[in-house]
């Protein structure tokens, strides 16, 4: 299978799973503090899938597999960080706001004045759909790339082992 391939396929599982966990209303429970977590498992798995589909093609280089992961975790990257936002912007955008004022509240017990101010303006920064998508895109591209890279090298020393 190519890599864009396994990779929409993963962007596409990670949906499935965002969807279901908002239908039977588990978000705020499952996700509430790492909210990118099963993206994370789906996407080293595309990695590791699209670097061992190469690995069984014949030749080995450690750049080409680098390639064939960082496809995947490219592609993967790029649709779910549009899905991350169509999601917290129409599809469940209360859930930020709920985020947003428990943060808030576990917050004013330890934080008071400007720094109670400044907390505020930072959580509503981050808990923003753009911002979301923003930190999705660019956290998966370089935990990708990174994944990428190490499965390949780790692929590569266990060939030379054998």
């Not at 949906?15 to 099963?38: E, G, R, W």
């Not at 014949?58 to 597999?65: D, K, N, T, W, Y």
């Not at 930072?122 to 923003?128: D, G, I, M, R």
Request: a positive charge.
């Amino acid at each position: 299978m190519k890599a864009w391939k396994t990779g929409v396929i993963c962007a596409a599982s990670y949906m499935a799973i965002k969807l279901a966990l908002f239908a039977a209303n588990l978000q705020h429970v499952v996700l509430q503090k790492f909210p990118v977590a099963p993206l994370l498992v789906i996407t080293f798995a595309g990695v590791v899938y699209a670097i061992l589909k190469y690995k069984d093609s014949g030749l080995f280089s450690v750049i080409e597999a680098f390639k064939e992961g960082a496809r995947v975790a490219l592609v993967t990257a790029v649709i779910s960080a549009g899905f991350v936002y169509l999601y917290y912007e129409w599809i469940d955008p209360d859930y930020l706001e709920i985020l947003s004022i428990k943060r808030l509240q576990e917050a004013q017990e330890l934080l008071q004045g400007d720094e109670l101010n400044n907390f505020k303006k930072a959580t509503e920064f981050f808990n923003h759909a753009g911002t979301r998508a923003l930190f999705t895109l660019s956290g998966m591209t370089i935990i990708g790339l990174l994944s990428s890279l190490i499965v390949a090298l780790i692929t590569r020393y266990t060939l030379i082992r054998k």
